[in-house]
């Protein structure tokens, strides 16, 4: 929850000058998301969502997360478009910070995940990845396997403080997944934060995705195998194969996958699970205590990264 | 910034079910308030505040405030009014807690107080007053005069770690609030808590009141002089005159204030910033490290504790 940024009410009102978007009723302070701050505006004609970038995102990737939302939308995929303003950009101080105004997306994440969740989610996924197909800003993945080894380094010699030769598993993790990482699977715009808070419903219907700040290009399986994490897994560790078959199954009705692209499942999900416990376990250890963000248990991901290290093919995903 | 209870999905959509107000199309957690946890809601006809009420509030006072609400809407006094479910009651339970819906205010509070604001404020919480006359429920003010020395004591061994002699201080002032606290100036029905992010404007108009979770009988001239510490003081602790006398020309534009009433604002003042200095002291030295609330500095209301000791007469706030 974070609102990290308090905005004036002069400031907002000269800022919402700018657009064509009516006069503004109300402006409140929304409880999500750890990146930046996210305002819900009503204006006289229709809700938005105000963002301001704080310090986490890099200023030089804005333009890739902001066209990024205008083309897939474009495409028909449900997201928050950045509105333009008068003089035609979307960009905008506010508070001395990058701000951007967006479309209000309707809809609501689900906290308690169904299969139908899952298929909804595959069948969104796969369109987002062919809907990428043709956009021409690229942007590298600065989370994948090669900042995994630096990123361990900097909690390493704390990390046993959440669980007992942590680091030392990890490690040994690390040079498996160094070995085997693939780099040859098909690629393109990825989403890479799926998680269930950042796809909304409406009823039994997926309405949009939100969050796209970790957007970036590599390979289409690796953001199959983190949403497989995110959304089919239960709450005691256990895989739901139900789920998993859902998600894939709807996936492959919008795109193919490939042989290669299903062998590469496991290891492509060992690597996503270590990935996020990497990244919480820093936040772990060096999030101050008195900052505004819910820090999440890294181990989280532990349980994951023990089924993916035990499965034997796609059967174990529920295909047969 | 405050959401304190999360709510399934399912179970909103099953609460939304009791209440006439249209399909719900999102529901996002507001980083505001400090004592419930608070959604703004957006359903296909409007939008719609969700309060649950957490620990901090008694259950048996939530009649007390939702009628009252009900009463001064229907005086033409802005705020939010509860919505009656289709059993004809206002409250119901959400994840346990009691839990209402409230017609959304439209308007900002203001970051940067102008006197202009100070006479809007003025002239509401005059009518305001007026318009709790008639009201037929009461409740106590459980934080005035009598409940001080109780909280001093609470806090008196670790309150010199917030300043060296603090309790000393308090106690010294303590002992004149005691001796000279009113006793027979006009009563009825005050808010108690009317600081700058519970009132509403839409530019230079106000719009309403909302928060009334301290609401309670006691004298009105105890709530001018809530109003002017929070909001006549500059952020360097000065007194802004101005401010104050466009404060109470206004109320009395609408309202008598007796010569009683106004022989009596130091002290009230006095005593109002020594209510607060004590309740955030608690709160400073007794709110967990991890809990999702911004800590607010008791010394806020040093200053204004010392402006008020040396007031001789209305003219020091701004009156001939």
Redesign the interface.
């Known amino acids: ?3 990290f940024t ?5 400031a ?1 009102v000269a800022f919402i000058a700018q657009y064509d978007i009516g006069e ?9 998301g750890v990146e930046n701050s996210n305002y ?1 505006l ?1 204006t006289k004609e229709d ?1 938005f969502i105000l963002t301001l970038y704080e310090n986490r995102v890099d200023p030089t990737d804005l333009p890739f997360f902001l066209t990024l939302k205008e083309h897939l939308a474009a495409k028909g995929i449900g997201c928050p478009v950045p509105i333009r303003a008068r003089d035609g950009e979307v960009l905008h101080e506010l508070s001395n910070r990058p701000a951007a105004i967006f479309t ?1 997306l ?7 995940i169904q299969p139908y969740h899952c298929g909804e989610l595959g069948q969104a996924l796969a369109r987002m990845h062919l809907a990428g197909n043709n956009f021409i800003l690229r942007r590298a993945n600065n989370l994948s396997v090669q900042s995994w080894r630096p990123l361990l380094n900097r909690s390493a010699d704390r990390a046993d403080e959440v669980q007992q030769g942590l680091a030392e598993n990890l490690e040994m993790e690390l040079a498996v997944l160094e070995l085997n990482w693939p780099d040859t699977l098909p690629s393109g715009v990825i989403h890479a934060d799926l998680f269930p808070d950042n796809v ?3 009823g039994p219907e997926l309405t949009g995705l939100i969050d796209f700040y970790f957007a970036c290009n590599d390979m289409f399986a690796y953001d199959i195998a983190i949403c497989m994490n995110a959304w089919c897994f239960e709450r005691d560790g256990s895989f739901n194969v139900t789920k998993a078959k859902s998600l894939l199954i709807a996936y492959r009705m919008v795109r193919v996958l490939s042989d290669d692209e299903l062998a590469a499942l496991p290891v492509l999900a060992r690597g996503a699970a270590v990935r996020f416990m990497l990244t919480r376990l820093y936040d772990w250890l060096y999030t101050p ?2 900052a ?1 963000v ?1 820090k999440k248990d890294p181990l989280e991901f532990w349980a994951q990264l023990r089924f993916h290290q035990r499965v034997t093919g796609p059967k174990d995903y529920g295909l047969a």
Do not use: N, T
């Open positions: 929850m974070a609102v308090e905005v004036s009410d002069e907002l503004i009723l109300s402006a409140k302070g929304i409880a999500e819900l009503r809700s209000f309707p809809g609501m994440w689900p906290r308690r909304f419903f409406r205590a008195g505004l819910v």
